[in-house]
T-cell receptor, first 113, second 112 residues
Framework: GAVVSQHPSRVICKSGTSVKIECRSL??????MFWYRQFPKQSLMLMAT?????????EQGVEKDKFLINHASLTLSTLTVTSAHPEDSSFYIC?????????FGPGTRLTVL | LAKTTQPISMDSYEGQEVNITCSHN???????ITWYQQFPSQGPRFIIQ???TKVTNEVASLFIPADRKSSTLSLPRVSLSDTAVYYC?????????????FGSGTRLLVRP
């Protein structure tokens, strides 16, 4: 299947700093990418839908000014967690869709101290 | 709300066949059924996708009855490494902007 990468795989930061997570589709062009958040022992929760060249669509309850999403090309989307706080610590997963299948990245573990 | 309902957990033993059934009573005409596997601290991995009847690949089979209101993922001869969470999702995958809504998934534990 198609490959989606995320970078970094793990990040630890201090409270108040911003963290950028990259999501790349390595062998296909993704018109749409999605960002999810997953807390321990819970399911994936969709945060936002990212379309190349347009503004992201955020799910209800997700602060767009806190979670900045940029989809600059058909192979790259970035999620920036601004002014991170300990409650933002979570597992962030992106996915990319270029056809009928959706492929997920390996996830990024964010820990905010 | 998730469009699917699955058992929260299942136990099995190595070498057995495992069948996980998912209910999706409100499935739409254009919806496909997709199953994903997730290990701890990893992203979900695509297992299989189908629209109707039976689909088989190298790792699993997917059985979908005529009314499409349910589906069954069949894992032949499971091993310890199949211990994971399995998610059943439905969606109009032809529409590239369709959003996947994850349910709670089924936690499969394979015992030696």
């Amino acid at each position: 299947g198609a490959v989606v990468s995320q970078h970094p795989s793990r990040v630890i930061c201090k409270s108040g700093t911003s963290v950028k997570i990259e999501c790349r589709s390595l062998d296909f062009q993704a018109t749409t990418m999605f960002w999810y958040r997953q807390f321990p022992k819970q399911s994936l929760m969709l945060m936002a839908t990212s379309n190349e060249g347009s503004k992201a669509t955020y799910e209800q309850g997700v602060e767009k000014d806190k979670f900045l999403i940029n989809h600059a090309s058909l192979t790259l989307s970035t999620l920036t967690v601004t002014s991170a706080h300990p409650e933002d610590s979570s597992f962030y997963i992106c996915s990319a869709r270029g056809g009928p299948e959706e492929f997920f990245g390996p996830g990024t573990r964010l820990t905010v101290l | 709300l998730a469009k699917t309902t699955q058992p929260i957990s299942m136990d099995s033993y190595e070498g057995q066949e495992v069948n996980i059934t998912c209910s999706h009573n409100n499935i739409a005409t254009n919806d496909y059924i997709t199953w994903y596997q997730q290990f701890p601290s990893q992203g979900p991995r695509f297992i299989i996708q189908g629209y109707k009847t039976k689909v088989t690949n190298e790792v699993a089979s997917l059985f979908i009855p005529a009314d499409r209101k349910s589906s069954t993922l069949s894992l032949p001869r499971v091993s310890l490494s199949d211990t994971a969470v399995y998610y059943c999702l439905v969606g109009d995958y032809v529409d590239s902007s369709y959003k996947l809504i994850f349910g709670s998934g089924t936690r499969l534990l394979v015992r030696p």
